[in-house]
């Protein structure tokens, strides 16, 4: 499941944040959110065509296909894919906050 993958990443940059010995300009720290952000994506994408495929191969008669293989991956898309919009949520949230501010 590709949410553990996700999970491994994100303890990882954990793990290197707090190892860090010297501070990171900000360019560095948005292109390494920025490539998290895409993986998450590309994540979440996968799921989602993994889960179409299986639904297709099930349709069609494939008897290696499972109703419940199918049932199971397409929840897995759902999850990773409500979990991404409450992610995006949070970050226009944050940015509208941020904009609000005074200076």
């Given at each position: 499941m590709k949410v553990n993958g996700?999970?491994?990443?994100?303890?990882?940059?954990k793990l290197e944040a707090s190892n860090a010995n010297?501070?990171?300009?900000?360019q560095q720290v948005s292109e390494d959110f920025g490539a998290l952000l895409g993986n998450a994506i590309k994540n979440v994408n996968g799921l989602q065509s993994q889960s179409s495929e299986l639904a297709t191969r099930f349709d069609q008669g494939d008897r290696s296909v499972s109703l419940?293989?199918?049932?199971?991956?397409?929840?897995?898309s759902s999850v990773a894919f409500e979990a991404t919009v409450q992610v995006r949520n949070?970050?226009?949230?944050?940015?509208k906050e941020?904009?609000?501010?005074?200076v």
């Amino acid at each position: 499941m590709k949410v553990n993958g996700l999970q491994a990443e994100l303890q990882a940059m954990k793990l290197e944040a707090s190892n860090a010995n010297k501070p990171a300009s900000a360019q560095q720290v948005s292109e390494d959110f920025g490539a998290l952000l895409g993986n998450a994506i590309k994540n979440v994408n996968g799921l989602q065509s993994q889960s179409s495929e299986l639904a297709t191969r099930f349709d069609q008669g494939d008897r290696s296909v499972s109703l419940s293989d199918v049932m199971i991956a397409r929840n897995k898309s759902s999850v990773a894919f409500e979990a991404t919009v409450q992610v995006r949520n949070k970050m226009v949230e944050a940015y509208k906050e941020l904009m609000n501010m005074p200076v």
